[in-house]
């Protein structure tokens, strides 16, 4: 007999308002949640999952929303009712949830433990309306100390100190572990996990997913966990929803989602996550399966776009018959620590140290390791985005080391980076058009240099390129997957994925020969994802380009990589063949890397 549900949600809607319409984003959707139970909400950006628990909350901005439901119930208590100073009352005491951003849902001018001791001081403080039929009310001294054990809890280091830091000061991993903590401070009967390991590395996801569970079987806290990762939602889930454009379309348990798919919106969902068993040419994405492209699954995908031991080396022995494009030679990067009023230099932080590789044309090589291990500061250094402190550089036979003033710049012609959040690199105040034309531009490709600045109503603005080099512009958008209709759009018009694509097309825009991948794709989700991978793998084929990929996700770097780099704390610790170093490692680092993938670790 199924138990009672902690959380009964029936025929919930949300719609949104803009230019006066309004628009009906969650479609009457029904979400039951059992105490001591994890229900995976899964599905692409833009499917409804955040805003249906975010409406839950009223945490909606109510001047452009509208939430409507047959009931809400929590404890078997209706509160789709309820008054703000009611929900204020039931959010953090009776619902809480843990974003999926920490840096922006921690305030930055307050410390850590602060903001958790504030958590339970409005709900259990000596002010707190409810204190009267409650326990003894908490005051300041008490609620620091149970913040502390909380923080030790939840298994961050000198929780003494943490408590005392700016969120600055912490990395992503422990930012999160302190909005786990401000989360279950007033032991909630829900609580809701928006994405809480999205771009985290895989050992910082194992460890909070862990620790999302012990809570669960010590409190019997029901969860709601929001995802669109399904390798996540195996370990984490006991019941699965799948979201699709503000509907559920299909749920059960989470042997029947993940290994019985129905929906064809599932299966592709499933499909287009990188294998680690076999290498494909392509990865499937969702809109093949929803028109029908796989329905023979599994066994026509491996059969349509498996690579062949025989093609893989031969392909291999093509790529390292040749002299390397790239070599690193000892290559540090260091960065100095300095106290005191003269600012001496007391010791180094060695980002990079002693980091040698050579990268072939055509080659791709997969850069992976622990936020902190070094890897985007070797990219950066590569370029001399970032100076090196010691070793050299060579590209093309090339010391990019010894590089000044125009012979630099015409190195970085050769080698570009796409960037890993598509927000912060792109310009809004620039259309995507002209995003993509300043870099040709500035190194005076298909345009005449920067032309001068034309008044227009008051406003300094640059004047129109060049018909060509609009029409190349163009040209590259449509090779990337846009249309030349958008080159007149600003970044704020696209999507995540969209951006991202933005982002290499300007990186190929003055033709490079080597483009460094800095996380790209990290917080896309996996159908698009797979989208912008395909795209990188083509224009690889198509341009001759050579990549350096740098990533967490190691499912991704085998999928992407010829061979693979395993950084940690600025080190190399392992290089091989992708396939020999994934199936066989020989570094314990590597080891603990591969052991902590989704999908070969239990957490039950």
């Given at each position: 007999m199924m138990a009672t549900p902690l959380l009964q949600v029936r025929n919930l809607k949300v719609s949104f308002s803009r230019d006066g319409q309004w628009t009906e984003a969650v479609h009457g959707i029904d979400l039951d949640v059992v105490a001591g139970r994890t229900l995976g909400l899964v599905g692409e950006s833009g499917s409804g999952k955040s805003v249906s628990s975010l409406s839950l909350m009223r945490l909606l901005n109510e001047k452009v929303s509208r939430i409507s439901a047959d009931s809400i119930q929590i404890e078997g208590e209706e509160i789709k009712d309820f008054t703000e100073r009611q929900m204020a009352d039931v959010r953090g005491k009776r619902i809480s949830m843990i974003f999926q951003e920490p840096m922006t849902s921690l305030n930055p001018v307050y410390k850590c433990g602060f903001q958790v001791?504030?958590?339970?001081?409005?709900?259990?403080?000596?002010?707190?309306?409810?204190?009267?039929?409650?326990?003894?009310?908490?005051?300041?001294?008490?609620?620091?100390?149970?913040?502390?054990?909380?923080?030790?809890?939840?298994?961050l280091p000198r929780p003494e100190a943490i408590y005392d830091s700016y969120p600055h000061e912490l990395s992503g991993g422990q930012k999160q572990r302190v909005m786990i903590a401000m989360a279950i401070a007033c032991n909630p009967k829900l609580l809701i996990a928006d994405e809480p390991t999205?771009?985290?590395?895989?050992?910082?996801?194992?460890?909070?997913?862990?620790?999302?569970?012990?809570?669960?079987?010590e409190t019997g806290m029901g969860m709601i966990f929001i995802t669109h990762d399904l390798g996540v939602v195996a370990e984490?889930?006991?019941?699965?929803?799948?979201?699709?454009?503000?509907?559920?379309?299909?749920?059960?348990?989470?042997?029947?989602?993940?290994?019985?798919?129905?929906?064809?919106?599932?299966?592709?969902?499933?499909?287009?996550?990188?294998?680690?068993?076999?290498?494909?040419?392509?990865?499937?994405?969702?809109?093949?399966?929803?028109?029908?492209?796989?329905?023979?699954?599994?066994?026509?995908?491996?059969?349509?776009?498996?690579?062949?031991?025989?093609?893989r080396q031969d392909h291999l022995k093509k790529l390292y018959s040749q002299p390397p494009l790239l070599k690193v030679e000892g290559l540090q990067t260091w960065y100095p620590l300095r106290k005191g009023v003269l600012g001496r230099v007391y010791d180094y932080v060695k980002a990079v140290d002693e980091v040698s590789l050579e990268v072939y044309e055509g080659e791709t090589l997969g850069l992976v390791g622990e936020s902190g291990c070094g890897k985007t500061t070797l990219g950066r250094s590569i370029l001399r985005l970032a100076e090196p402190t010691g070793g050299k550089v060579w590209f093309d036979g090339i010391e990019v080391t010894a590089l000044k003033g125009q012979a630099l710049r015409d190195f970085r012609k050769q080698a570009q980076i796409v960037f890993q959040d598509p927000y912060s690199s792109l310009n809004p105040r620039m259309t995507i058009g002209e995003a993509i034309a300043e870099?040709?531009?500035?190194?005076?490709?298909?345009?005449?240099?920067?032309?001068?600045?034309?008044?227009?109503?008051?406003?300094?603005?640059?004047?129109?390129?060049?018909?060509?080099?609009?029409?190349?512009?163009?040209?590259?958008?449509?090779?990337?997957?846009?249309?030349?209709?958008?080159?007149?759009?600003?970044?704020h018009e696209f999507s995540g994925g969209q951006r991202q694509r933005i982002c290499i097309a300007r990186a190929l825009a003055v033709n490079p020969r080597l483009v460094i991948c800095d996380e790209?794709?990290?917080?896309?989700?996996?159908?698009?994802?797979?989208?912008?991978?395909?795209?990188?793998?083509?224009?690889?084929?198509e341009r001759g380009l050579t990549y350096i990929f740098i990533s967490h996700d190691l499912s991704v770097v085998r999928f992407m990589s010829d061979r693979v780099l395993v950084m940690y704390n600025g080190r190399p610790v392992e290089m091989n063949d992708a396939d020999v170093l994934f199936e066989h490692p020989q570094n314990a680092y590597t080891k603990k890397l591969i052991a902590a993938l989704p999908g070969r670790r239990s957490l039950r």
């Open positions: 001791a504030e958590m339970i001081l409005q709900h259990e403080g000596k002010t707190a309306l409810r204190q009267a039929q409650g326990p003894s009310p908490v005051g300041k001294k008490a609620a620091k100390e149970r913040v502390i054990e909380l923080f030790k809890q939840v298994m999205t771009a985290l590395d895989v050992t910082v996801q194992l460890e909070i997913l862990k620790l999302l569970r012990q809570l669960q079987k984490i889930a006991d019941d699965v929803a799948v979201m699709h454009n503000g509907e559920i379309l299909e749920r059960g348990s989470v042997d029947q989602i993940l290994n019985h798919p129905q929906h064809p919106y599932t299966q592709g969902l499933l499909a287009c996550r990188p294998p680690m068993d076999v290498r494909l040419r392509r990865l499937p994405i969702v809109k093949e399966f929803l028109d029908g492209q796989w329905q023979g699954g599994k066994e026509q995908i491996l059969r349509d776009l498996q690579i062949s031991d025989e093609e870099p040709m531009r500035v190194h005076g490709i298909h345009g005449r240099g920067l032309r001068p600045a034309v008044q227009n109503e008051g406003k300094l603005r640059d004047a129109i390129c060049d018909n060509d080099l609009r029409d190349t512009v163009c040209e590259l958008l449509e090779q990337v997957g846009l249309k030349a209709e958008h080159y007149d759009r600003y970044p790209s794709v990290s917080a896309l989700d996996v159908s698009v994802q797979a989208q912008v991978l395909n795209l990188l793998n083509r224009l690889k084929e």
